[in-house]
C-alpha cells in the first residue's frame, strides 16, 4: 500500500472528475483531458483512452507525465487545485481487474461498453488551497 496523501488533497480529488494531463514527445508538449476515478489503495488515477489517441501514443514513447485537477471559480478566496506529475501505465492483468473496479463504481454507466484502462501513478504533487489561508499549498512525494 502506498503512503496516503494528506486527507484534504484525497477529499479533493475525490469532489471533482475531470484531470488535464500532459504528455511530451520530441519536445513537443500536448495535454488532454479525461474523466478520472481516483484509486485510493493506490494513489492514483484510473482513466480510459484509445490507443489511437496522441495522449496514448505518446505514452508508449514516454510514460512519464504531469497534471492537474482544478476547482473553476472565480472568487481568488476559494481557488483549490492539484497539480503533480507521475507515469501512466496500461491496466493490465490483476491491475485492471482493481482498475475497472474503481472506475466502474465512480461511472456505473461505463459497464454497458469495452474501456481500455490506464493508471497515472503519482509522484509528485501540489495542492493550493485558499480556503485554508492565500497560498496554502500541501506537498506530497511518494517516498520510495
Known amino acids: 500500500m502506498t503512503e496516503q496523501f494528506p486527507q484534504k488533497i484525497t477529499d479533493f480529488i475525490k469532489r471533482h472528475h475531470v484531470i488535464t494531463v ?3 514527445n520530441d519536445g513537443q508538449p500536448w495535454c488532454f483531458n479525461a474523466f478520472y476515478a481516483f484509486d485510493e489503495e493506490t494513489q492514483s488515477f484510473v482513466i480510459t483512452s484509445h490507443d489511437d489517441t496522441r495522449h496514448v501514443q505518446e505514452v508508449l514513447q514516454n510514460k512519464k507525465v504531469a ?3 482544478v476547482l473553476e471559480t472565480e472568487i481568488v478566496g476559494k481557488v483549490q487545485g492539484l ?3 507521475g507515469e501512466m501505465t496500461l491496466c493490465e492483468d490483476e491491475d485492471e481487474k482493481q482498475a475497472k473496479k474503481v472506475y466502474v463504481k465512480r461511472f456505473p454507466l461505463t459497464t454497458l461498453t469495452p474501456k481500455i484502462l490506464w493508471r497515472i501513478s503519482i509522484f509528485d504533487a501540489k495542492y493550493t488551497d485558499n480556503t485554508l489561508g492565500f497560498g496554502k ?5 511518494k517516498k520510495s
Open 137 to 141: 499549498k500541501l506537498l506530497w512525494t
Open 83 to 85: 497539480q503533480f506529475s
Open 22 to 24: 500532459a504528455t511530451v
Open 67 to 69: 497534471g492537474s485537477v
